[in-house]
């Protein structure tokens, strides 16, 4: 079973970037079959997908993101990462990575990661 | 983006009902949906893939159907560790879009 896990800074200052890694044991990133998530949970809120990418470098980020966000893939790490720019304080929250099969959707989760915009 | 709408928002129950709760697609999303289950302070854990197949693991008292826009996750048999939030997930076309979650409360 692919197991995840979210990394990064908790705190992000207004206006900065964010940047948050995902870790993948349990299968490779490369495989074809996978695909790779981002969703997020504001505190009291439901949840958001943000984005997902294809170990190709394929992505997809929802357009309530606007352009401020960036995925990428580092094969060598297994890993895959999130960016996304010009914080504010709506963007505080738990932040999922999250992998899927071609014929799932989200079929496994990290545990999240408790990001707080404020300076 | 696809809408979805999930009722009712907060379900007063006691243990033993039974229980149904709905999400409508905006648009037909064919049986691209999925029901996960959040406890306060957990990370979503998936129920049910593909309108219907219940995840490994999961409890035969939850069962999830419907195709095309309505879909209903059924409780039968409400169960003291039942009591949580539950969300559906359409994942026909991007972006991936949840409802806005169904909180069961112990009435």
């Known amino acids: 079973q692919v197991q995840l896990q979210e990394s990064g800074p908790g705190l992000v200052k207004p206006s900065e970037t964010l940047s948050l890694t995902c870790s993948v044991s349990?299968?490779?990133?490369?495989?074809?079959?996978?695909?790779w998530s981002w969703i997020r949970q504001s505190p009291g809120k439901g949840l958001e997908w943000l984005a997902y990418?294809?170990?190709?470098?394929?992505?997809y980020s929802n357009p309530s993101l606007g352009s401020r966000a960036t995925m990428s893939v580092d094969a060598s790490k297994n890993q895959f990462s999130l960016k996304m720019t010009a914080v504010t304080a709506a963007d505080t929250a738990v932040y999922y990575c999250?992998?899927?099969?071609?014929?799932?959707?989200?079929?496994?989760w990290g545990q999240g990661i408790l990001v707080t915009v404020s300076s | 983006d696809i809408q979805m709408t999930q009722s009712p928002s907060a379900m007063p129950a006691s243990v033993g009902d039974r229980v149904t709760i709905t999400c409508r697609a905006s648009?037909?999303?064919?049986?691209?949906l999925a029901w996960f289950q959040q406890k306060p302070g957990k990370v979503p854990k998936r129920l049910i893939s593909?309108?219907?197949t219940l995840q490994s693991g999961v409890p035969s008292r939850f069962s999830g159907s419907g195709s095309g826009t309505e879909f209903t996750l059924t409780i039968n048999g409400l169960q003291p560790e039942d009591f949580a939030t539950y969300y559906c997930?359409?994942?026909?076309?991007?972006?991936?879009?949840f409802g806005l979650g169904t909180k069961l409360e112990i009435k």
């Open positions: 999250a992998w899927e099969t071609v014929t799932g959707a989200l079929d496994s």
């Open positions: 997930l359409q994942h026909k076309g991007f972006p991936y879009t």
């Open positions: 990418i294809y170990y190709t470098g394929s992505t």
């Open positions: 349990g299968g490779s990133i490369s495989n074809a079959d996978s695909y």
């Open positions: 593909t309108a219907s």
């Open positions: 648009q037909d999303i064919s049986n691209s």
